[in-house]
């Protein structure tokens, strides 16, 4: 009852902050000032193609606005200023892991704390410290130079409008729409739980991934592959290859699938790009899953007690959906919203550039709806809650600001690191994705890539290397617990029903074991 009490409320609260904001995007619109901010990111994306070299090869995939923003002939931030960024993630890898801040670092505030107070002291650098231009990349590319007395407002103001206007806002909403909409929707039944019923489970979870987002088809299948294997005992390698496939390897075709490719579409990716990685998806996939049901079948179901094989026998209910409606319509409500709703762009079939932040107003109304017209009792029943994307907020607001400093650097000092084939790109994105969050790592290398310029250009960056960042990140995010979000989550949807997971090394016996040889093979193949 407490429970029901506590999800009215916030669903309810929600519901009148989104009619704030609606209403004041709205008002916003009758003065004109979207318009205004649009036509401003149309001139400057202009006027920055026109100045765009042309000597280092041409891309037909490149639309207006798609071309990434020049170096500035300055000096980078001080190298030190990378440690804020370095200690934030360090504290997301470390904090979780040790017994005396565990409990402590549960708390979505003591996180933003983290977070907010290292984003500061980036800022601050910026304010007092640095002294040369830097590049606006929010309404259009401009060169920003310091003050020559005082506070440097403008360089402080301009790295913050970079990081929370330009891509933290459009990235948390996207994030924010997909997990509150899909919690709308459940799956419940208890098949038995054979290897083929499994193998389907984690398939059909990898190729929802790419269209719901990671998050999305996590939550929506794996409490219903919990409760179908209730009666097993041998379950936690189903869940580790649910986490492989569904929450990492699975989200790669379409910018809304993984996080780290959602931050390239708002590098100027196009949407469809991403479908251009559908060989090495369909192969990893189809491996692990093949891998799956040969050792499942093999191996873990021939140990389980025959006892338990006939109460999973004879104990089934047929899987249920509920809460389908609307919801799934409004997802698709919102993937047309990333796909049609970019200011840089044109809508296809015309002459009109999107409204700023229309796409993220559509979004948040998407959600609006859902929680008026779903059900609430299909929310109370998936035990719907908003920590987990309170979580990733928190902490990537942070992540966001205190990233400018290392894609500055690399911008000016990216072609030194001796990067240049495809190879290298896979595996250094993909070992760093590991060990921290993909998303952020894929930025700094693809910012990486874009200083190496060659031919066949998409979005600056040469295609074959961005195909190598982008499955870098993807797939070696299933390699730790803390590569990817979902992959936490589904550890702890998973103890919470009584399985006992491997530790964060344990897991990475698993990984090391199944995904570094299958992904040896994947790089040679396909890059």
Not at 455 to 484: D, W
Request: net charge neutral.
């Amino acid at each position: 009852m407490d429970y029901a009490h506590s999800s009215r409320s916030s669903n309810t609260f929600l519901s009148a902050a989104i009619a704030i904001v609606l209403v004041a995007y709205i008002l916003t619109a009758l003065a004109g000032l979207p318009q205004k901010a649009t036509d401003k990111i149309r001139h400057a994306s202009h006027d920055h193609r026109e100045a765009q070299p042309h000597d280092v090869g041409t891309s037909e995939e490149h639309s207006p606005g798609e071309y990434a923003p020049h170096v500035v002939d300055a000096e980078h931030p001080a190298l030190w200023m990378v440690i804020p960024f370095a200690l934030l993630l360090g504290a997301i890898a470390v904090l979780p892991l040790i017994p005396a801040t565990e409990h402590w670092w549960e708390s979505n505030r003591n996180r933003f704390f983290v977070a907010a107070v290292l984003g500061a002291v980036t800022l601050l650098y910026y304010l007092v410290l640095h002294e040369h231009p830097i590049e606006a990349h929010w309404l259009g590319y401009d060169t920003v130079h310091p003050s020559k007395t005082g506070i440097n407002w403008l360089l402080g103001g301009t790295v913050f409008a970079n990081a929370v206007f330009n891509e933290y806002i459009p990235f948390i909403m996207l994030l924010f729409s997909l997990y509150t909409i899909s919690g709308g929707i459940r799956i419940e039944g208890d098949l038995r739980a054979h290897p083929l019923t499994n193998s389907a489970f984690i398939a059909t979870g990898g190729l929802l991934a790419s269209f719901i987002g990671t998050t999305g088809a996590a939550m929506l299948l794996i409490r219903p592959l919990l409760e179908t294997n209730k009666e097993r005992k041998h379950v936690k390698h189903t869940v580790i290859f649910f986490i492989f496939v569904v929450c990492n390897c699975g989200g790669c075709l379409l910018p809304i699938g993984d996080p780290p490719l959602f931050l390239g579409y708002l590098r100027g990716v196009p949407f469809l790009w991403t479908f251009k990685l559908w060989p090495a998806w369909l192969f990893v996939n189809a491996c692990l899953i093949g891998i799956y049901y040969a050792w499942d079948h093999f191996w873990c179901y021939p140990r389980e007690k025959p006892l338990d094989i006939a109460i999973d026998e004879t104990r089934t209910r047929g899987v249920k959906f509920s809460g389908v409606w609307p919801n799934a319509l409004l997802l698709v409500g919102v993937v047309l919203s990333v796909a049609l709703f970019d200011p840089k762009k044109t809508l296809p079939g015309t002459d009109w550039h999107p409204w700023l932040y229309l796409r993220e107003i559509a979004q948040l109304g998407f959600v609006a709806l859902s929680l008026i017209w779903g059900s609430q009792a299909v929310r109370q029943a998936n035990r719907f809650n908003y920590h987990a994307i309170l979580e990733v907020a928190a902490l990537f607001f942070g992540i966001f600001i205190c990233m400018q400093p290392p894609l500055q650097i690399l911008g000016i000092r990216g072609p030194q690191l001796g990067l240049s084939t495809p190879i290298h790109f896979f595996w250094l994105t993909g070992s760093l994705s590991a060990v921290l969050d993909n998303a952020p790592t894929y930025v700094v290398f693809f910012e990486t890539a874009k200083t190496l310029g060659g031919t066949n250009l998409v979005a600056g960056v040469a295609e074959s290397l961005l195909i190598a960042v982008s499955l870098g990140a993807v797939f070696m995010g299933a390699m730790t617990y803390i590569g990817n979000g979902p992959n936490f989550m589904v550890k702890a949807i998973a103890e919470k029903s009584g399985i006992r997971m491997p530790s964060f090394f344990g897991y990475m016996l698993y990984s090391l074991g199944i995904l570094v040889p299958l992904l040896i093979v994947t790089s040679w193949i396909f890059l």
